[in-house]
T-cell receptor, first 112, second 112 residues
Framework: GENVEQHPSTLSVQEGDSAVIKCTYS??????FPWYKQELGKRPQLIIDIRSNVGEKKDQRIAVTLNKTAKHFSLHITETQPEDSAVYFCAASKSNTGKLIFGQGTTLQVKP | EAGVAQSPRYKIIEKRQSVAFWCNPI?????LYWYQQILGQGPKLLIQ????????DSQLPKDRFSAERLKGVDSTLKIQPAKLEDSAVYLCASSSFNEKLFFGSGTQLSVL
């Protein structure tokens, strides 16, 4: 069935460093790839997304890259800040269904 | 713009009891989702509605879980009878025409 694998499960960086989280997906028909940030006890919040007709998308300190051939996509956070500390989830879906399949999550800790 | 509303925020019950969760999606969003998020894992789709019709309930444990969205707006998710393994956060999300998903704050269920 459809599956999304996410790595690493935990990531610790120093403030100001970059952080990279990687995901792979199994369904080649997937064409929409959002990333959610979830702080402890709060709702998942959409931070950036990318569609399969685009290879890269950037929004200030956050960027996402997509390699359709290899079926993997990555989240890049530059100049990390303590407030970036949270659990990050990648997901994949086919736009005609809207059903998101989530990765297992990455706990990012940014040390001041 | 009001977000996705869920209630209750927390619920503690004993195994074999029944429980119901309520969700009010963002106004105008035709698609509504119920996700189950077990501690330390990514959200897993239980059921997806398009207006008041079920689009996908393939991962809903139908022997104990039920959901409805009678008028195509609010939705309720019920568990009867609850098991220990149902302890999780139940997240409701909505989207417009299968686009970006917005999540509610969730109901944290503890089954003792």
């Amino acid at each position: 069935g459809e599956n999304v694998e996410q790595h690493p499960s935990t990531l610790s960086v120093q403030e100001g460093d970059s952080a990279v989280i990687k995901c792979t997906y199994s369904d080649s028909a997937s064409n929409y790839f959002p990333w959610y940030k979830q702080e402890l006890g709060k709702r998942p919040q959409l931070i950036i997304d990318i569609r399969s007709n685009v290879g890269e998308k950037k929004d200030q300190r956050i960027a996402v890259t997509l390699n359709k051939t290899a079926k993997h996509f990555s989240l890049h956070i530059t100049e990390t800040q303590p407030e970036d500390s949270a659990v990050y989830f990648c997901a994949a879906s086919k736009s005609n269904t809207g059903k998101l399949i989530f990765g297992q999550g990455t706990t990012l800790q940014v040390k001041p | 713009e009001a977000g996705v509303a869920q209630s209750p925020r927390y619920k503690i019950i004993e195994k074999r009891q029944s429980v119901a969760f309520w969700c009010n999606p963002i106004s105008g969003h035709a698609t509504l989702y119920w996700y189950q998020q077990i501690l330390g894992q990514g959200p897993k789709l239980l059921i997806q509605f398009q207006n008041n019709g079920v689009v996908d309930d393939s991962q809903l444990p139908k022997d104990r879980f039920s959901a409805e969205r009678l008028k195509g707006v609010d939705s309720t998710l019920k568990i009867q009878p609850a098991k220990l393994e149902d302890s999780a956060v139940y997240l409701c999300a909505s989207s417009s025409f299968n686009e970006k998903l917005f999540f509610g704050s969730g109901t944290q269920l503890s089954v003792l």
